[in-house]
């Protein structure tokens, strides 16, 4: 029940292999300073995992973003992410400024570390929201899709803090100066030194792709499914892409059944995209595929089938043979 | 010996999903199927059993009565030991009361437990939450995203990660936990023997009382987290469908990506 001893927002700044701020923390930012404002300009504070040695870089990474505080722990024991340590600081940390929200970007060391900090606070987490708003009782209101997509939950927190995570791409940023003094505390990590953990990174090897993809940062997205029936269908799909500046994306029953790799999925097992424009090849909109691009600027689809359900969410469709269209389109 | 727990779910078949009139879920006359990621964790289970000789599989599900179908399914394609963990007043669980529900479970019925597999996603909520919570209730180490696994012995296990940017390779001693992703292989189909022998096997069951547990901790009671609307996704974006000829298509198609700023158009 509504506990007035808590306040603010906090958000979990992820620290990527190549030392710089996970993106996802922006979106994330952008969205708290908005629910900040509904609950009144309550505080905004950030949590890292960094040396100290690096925080002149950092420092500049959150000027003028509007955060008030950020907390940071430096122990060599933090170098690289663990479950063990990070859940247990970060619940400490938690459970001393004792903030009403606390949002964490749902990458995989965010998907990771969110359940553990929920279950050890004894709190509620609502995982991949898609928005986030404050209800009439000041409550944080996170809307998630459930059952492969098809139906959306808005979904409410009875203890504190009330957690949420968000995949990337899915809040935009809007650029706004904040004149903010920004407070940088050091944090006390004594506590992990009894703390025992057998995890050890033996090795960790940077994915180079063959189908070189961004689908992160890309403007456009050729993304193929099913029916484009096998390989030669994604040979045929990045030959398009190519020539017209594209990243390629597949669905699910396209990466399970071998044609694509996992690392260029869409859709809710996957990855959320939002480019400019998303062309959809022999795909025929499933919803769990759908949740993941919906957000693109604007959709294209192509599909033989005129009764498809892509068409329902596409602002053009073409009903037509991929095999026919991208091969012509490339001639001339 | 070496004891695995292996917690697998029922899901409703999300794929054969119908709507009612007022846009919510029909749910009568839906399929029940087991989770595909919990298939690759059975997986994952049984390759660790054919290294590792004396290796016992005790499978662990959370749902009614009929789940033990799905259970005398795992134990026909080789795991050992089925145990369902059910209570009326277990229904409405979020994460947090599922996670504790299980965790208690495993507690009671394998306090002795090396590993402990489960799914990294559930198809119907897809939240992968329940696996660290799980780990976090027993107090002992994660390995989330887990591909596959290499060198393993009593003591200690070297498996891969897949992440978004790359694959990690990390050794962990046990007990531990580790969250399973699908892998290219095509999971195994039971024996004519092993589903004789799964007929003539007795599901342990437990309730609210057998764990130990408080209506205050369990089902919806005991569940941080509560749905206050669910409604139907609704697209914002404005269908328009043209059937046109070859060349029309591609000129159409031309117009709208060059709209957008596409190369070569």
Do not use: D, E, R
């Given at each position: 029940m509504p506990n007035q001893d808590n306040s603010g927002i906090m958000i979990y700044a992820q620290i990527t292999n190549e030392n710089y701020i996970h993106t996802v923390f922006y979106e994330l930012l952008d969205k708290a300073h908005e629910l900040s404002q509904k609950l009144g300009n309550v505080e905004i504070s950030a949590v890292i995992f960094a040396p100290e040695s690096k925080l002149e870089e950092y420092k500049e990474s959150f000027r003028?973003?509007?955060?008030n505080r950020v907390y940071y722990f430096d122990n060599p024991k933090l170098e690289n992410y663990s479950s063990i340590y990070y859940s247990k600081l970060l619940q400490e940390l938690v459970k001393e400024v004792k903030p009403e929200i606390l949002l964490i970007g749902a990458t995989t060391q965010g998907r990771d570390l969110a359940p553990r900090v929920s279950a050890g606070l004894h709190t509620g987490l609502t995982a991949d929201c898609i928005n986030l708003d404050i209800n009439e009782k000041g409550q944080l209101a996170a809307t998630r899709p459930t059952f492969g997509g098809q139906l959306m939950a808005t979904i409410l927190c009875?203890?504190?803090?009330?957690m949420a995570t968000v995949r990337p791409n899915v809040f935009k940023v809007h650029s706004v100066n904040y004149e903010t003094n920004t407070e940088f505390i050091k944090k006390d990590t004594s506590i992990i030194e009894n703390l025992y953990n057998p995890v050890e990174i033996k090795e960790f090897k940077k994915t180079t792709q063959?189908?070189?993809?961004d689908l992160d940062n890309a403007e456009i997205i050729v993304a193929g499914g099913m029916g484009l029936k096998n390989e030669k269908g994604f040979e045929l799909l990045k030959e398009f892409a190519d020539k017209i500046g594209g990243s390629v994306g597949a669905t699910r029953p396209a990466v399970e059944s071998g044609?694509?790799?996992?690392?260029?999925q869409i859709g809710q097992t996957g990855k959320t995209v939002r480019p400019k424009v998303y062309i959809a090849c022999g795909i025929s909109g499933a919803i769990q595929h759908t949740v993941g691009m919906e957000n693109s600027e604007y959709i294209i689809a192509i599909n033989n089938d005129a009764d498809a359900p892509i068409f329902d969410i596409a602002d053009c469709g073409i009903v037509g043979d991929v095999f026919e269209i991208l091969p012509e389109y490339m001639k001339n | 010996m070496f004891k695995i727990a292996l917690c697998v779910k029922q899901v409703p078949d999300t794929t054969d999903i119908k709507w009612t009139e007022n846009n919510t879920i029909q749910r009568e006359g839906v399929e029940s199927v087991i989770n595909p990621y919990d298939i690759y964790g059975c997986e994952f289970a049984l390759k660790i059993k054919e290294q590792l000789n004396d290796t016992e599989i005790t499978v662990f599900t959370m749902g009614p009565n009929q789940a033990q179908d799905m259970l005398k399914k795992l134990i026909a394609l080789g795991c050992d030991k089925g145990v369902l963990i059910s209570d009326k007043k277990f229904a409405g669980a979020d994460t947090y009361a599922t996670g504790k529900t299980i965790s208690s479970a495993i507690k009671t019925v394998l306090p002795d437990f090396d590993l402990i597999v489960c799914g990294q996603f559930a198809v119907d909520g897809d939240t992968a939450q329940t696996g660290p919570c799980i780990a976090e209730f027993l107090n002992i180490p994660q390995v989330t995203y887990v591909k596959d696994f290499s060198e393993i012995d009593k003591k200690s296990v070297t498996l891969t990660r897949e992440l978004e940017d790359g694959i990690e390779t990390v050794k962990t001693t046990f007990p531990a936990l580790i969250c399973v992703l699908q892998d290219d292989f095509e999971p195994r189909r039971a024996t004519i023997n092993g589903i004789k022998h799964a007929q003539n096997q007795q599901i342990k069951t437990c309730n609210m009382e057998d764990l130990n547990l408080a209506p205050e901790q369990v089902g919806l009671k005991g569940s941080p987290t509560y749905v206050s609307k669910a409604f139907r996704n609704q697209s914002a974006h404005n269908a328009q469908k043209f059937e046109l000829n070859l060349q029309d298509s591609i000129n159409l198609l031309k117009e709208k990506i060059a709209n957008a700023g596409g190369k070569d158009a």
């Open positions: 003028n973003m509007g955060v009875k203890n504190y803090p009330q063959t189908l070189i993809n044609l694509a790799p996992h690392s260029i | -």
